[in-house]
């Protein structure tokens, strides 16, 4: 405070009294503490994308299909949920990692990726099992499964899907490829197609038990469903793989289809986002995930997915998170944009509580420090006096010098402004000046 504030604080009756500096100053104080709050929230919390873009796979395949169950779930959040259609995971992993593609979630087929290619990945868990179909005219059935079918017309999937990707890998165990196999790069819909009207002669498909090309197969006649002989095996060599059996007459008891029971292998599809995506789209991903995909299906038990599994890419820490405790409190009951705001708040809040508690509680007591100060320092200068009081006998210059002492530091008393709370403490002040004065000699009348 400078010189002119001091005087003008102290004289009476002229500018700003205490109480009103000290409104002034919790004004500023609160004024500050808000526009600090105010760039923290600015800096801190983020803020939620209006659009998320989702890969899935060709229209009216599995994945496709799925990402539209996903669209409402979103749409209740005010999040609209684009689903791009793709070739399949191979095409659905290159935009995961492309950051100019625009794509920050989409489903991968276990086993087309490790988390050391793409390490700005992470994963949901496993969302369900993808099992793989070879089809067959059944008189050109081969009887030793996957091995069978060497020098045959053969649909693996077209290039940069998650099907042609992982056919390759089993055929190529079987030693066979484009020299000594027609390898056609039909999708499961034309594979299917071709395959009733005996252009093709057979058909590898990924799809799920309820998929319209796979239960059209499977009621045909002319169609049999190869069993896979080495199935045991081929998990252990790909672990990313699943040993399932399709039950004889499961698609049809009255027809007796299938006539025995059918060994398959299936990978399990997970749910990748970009590793920098919002923990709360990732909830909410999660959430509809579970909404979607935890039901009782042909290959899995209620509640069996979504699974907290890493196949191919580490598991998100919100992932963790979510399936250990579910989702935050506040979004379980709150709007999603509303509940991270509150979220994000309480992060803040949290840490400037620390700071501002302290100094709430000790505020006090240094105000009430400061003022005993003030009234102390003068009874400082009052002990000072009496000292010199004892060690003066004499009624002369040095009792004049005492007596003009004692009135400065009485007019300073009687000039000084403190709280009503802390005006005893001057008037106790006053009365011991007068008991000091008293001591002194007075002068003999002239």
């Known amino acids: 405070m400078s010189v002119r504030s001091r005087e003008i604080f102290k004289r009476p009756g002229s500018g700003l009294k205490r109480a009103q500096v000290k409104t002034i100053l919790l004004v500023a104080s609160t004024a500050g503490f808000a526009v600090l709050a105010a760039s923290a929230i600015g800096v801190f919390i983020p803020t939620l994308p209006r659009e ?15 990402g539209e169950r996903y669209k409402p779930i979103f749409a209740r959040q005010g999040i609209r949920l684009v689903v791009l259609n793709t070739a399949g995971s191979i095409e659905n992993l290159a935009k995961l990692r492309d950051p100019h593609s625009g794509v920050t979630v989409g489903f991968l087929q276990g086993g087309v990726t490790r988390a050391d290619e793409a390490p700005e990945l992470r994963s949901l868990g496993t969302m369900f099992y993808e099992p793989l179909w070879i089809f067959s005219r059944c008189k050109r059935a081969p009887t030793n499964g996957m091995g069978g079918l ?3 017309r053969l649909a693996v999937g077209p290039e940069g899907s998650g099907l042609r990707d992982l056919a390759l890998k089993l055929l190529t165990l079987h030693d066979i490829d484009q020299r000594n196999t027609a390898l056609l790069p039909l999708g499961p819909s034309d594979a299917a197609a071709a395959l009733l009207a005996g252009t093709i002669d057979a058909a590898m498909i990924v799809g799920g038990w309820a998929s319209p090309t796979v239960q059209k197969l499977l009621h045909s006649r002319d169609i049999c469903a190869v069993s896979l002989t080495y ?4 998990p252990v060599l790909y672990p990313f793989l699943s040993k399932l059996t399709l ?7 009255v027809s007796d289809l299938p006539p025995r029971d059918v060994a398959l292998v299936a990978p399990k599809a997970s749910l990748v986002v970009s590793r920098d995506l919002p923990p709360a789209i990732q909830y909410l991903l999660l959430d509809a995930a579970t909404e979607i995909h935890s039901g009782i299906g042909a290959f899995s038990k209620a509640g069996e997915f979504p699974a907290a599994e890493a196949v191919d890419l580490p598991l998100s820490e919100t992932a963790r998170r979510f399936y250990t405790s579910g989702r935050p409190f506040l979004q379980r009951y709150l709007p999603l944009r509303l509940a991270v705001l509150a979220e994000q708040l309480l992060l803040i809040a949290i840490p400037l509580f620390g ?3 302290p100094l709430l509680r000790f505020t006090p007591q240094l105000y009430n420090w400061g ?7 003068l009874y400082g200068e009052l002990k000072l006096l009496e000292l010199r009081l004892d060690g003066h006998h004499d009624s002369g210059d040095g009792a004049a010098d005492l007596r003009a002492a004692l009135d400065s530091l009485e007019s300073r008393a009687s000039h000084l402004r403190v709280p009503l709370g802390y005006a005893h403490m001057l008037y106790t002040l006053r009365h011991h000046l007068d008991l000091v004065r008293g001591r002194v000699g007075r002068p003999e009348p002239g």
């Not at 998320?52 to 599995?62: L, N």
């Not at 199935?231 to 081929?234: D, I, M």
């Not at 039950?247 to 008891?253: E, P």
């Not at 003022?371 to 320092?377: A, C, L, N, V």
Request: hydrophobic letters at 45%; glycine letters at 12%.
């Open 52 to 66: 998320v873009v989702m890969a899935t796979g060709p229209s009216g395949g599995a994945y496709a299909q799925l």
């Open 150 to 152: 060497r020098g045959k």
């Open 231 to 234: 199935s045991p095996a081929y």
């Open 247 to 253: 039950a004889a007459g499961v698609a049809d008891l």
């Open 355 to 357: 700071v501002a508690y």
């Open 371 to 377: 003022m005993r100060r003030r009234i102390y320092r």
